[in-house]
């Protein structure tokens, strides 16, 4: 079993459910996956499938955190102008 490819799956997991430390999780688990797998097609180890469910559950995470972070972005910003306008 590629212990590169089970960190990144259980990394992708992590992502989807941690609030903004996801995004470097993501990334980290994107990282990770793409470098398991890369070293499962030289050496032919198993965790082939944790790879690339590692992989999506990062992606998963990323764009879950992504609109998280624009929604609190735009929430900021329109309720900061908002106390401007109204007193």
């Keep these: 079993?590629?212990?590169?490819?089970?960190?990144?799956?259980?990394?992708?997991i992590m992502s989807i459910f941690i609030p903004l430390v996801?995004?470097?999780l993501g990334i980290?688990?994107?990282f990770y996956a793409n470098?398991?797998?890369?070293?499962?097609?030289r050496t032919k180890?198993?965790?082939?499938?944790?790879?690339i469910a590692g992989k999506t559950c990062s992606s998963?995470?990323?764009?879950?955190?992504g609109v998280i972070l624009f929604i609190v972005l735009i929430s900021y910003f329109f309720f900061s102008s908002f106390?401007?306008?109204f007193p």
């Design 22 to 24: 996801g995004i470097v």
């Design 28 to 30: 980290m688990g994107i």
């Design 35 to 41: 470098r398991s797998l890369k070293e499962i097609d």
């Design 1 to 12: 079993m590629n212990s590169k490819a089970m960190t990144s799956f259980i990394v992708g």
């Design 60 to 65: 998963i995470g990323l764009a879950i955190q």
């Design 45 to 51: 180890e198993e965790g082939r499938t944790y790879a």
């Design 83 to 85: 106390h401007q306008i």
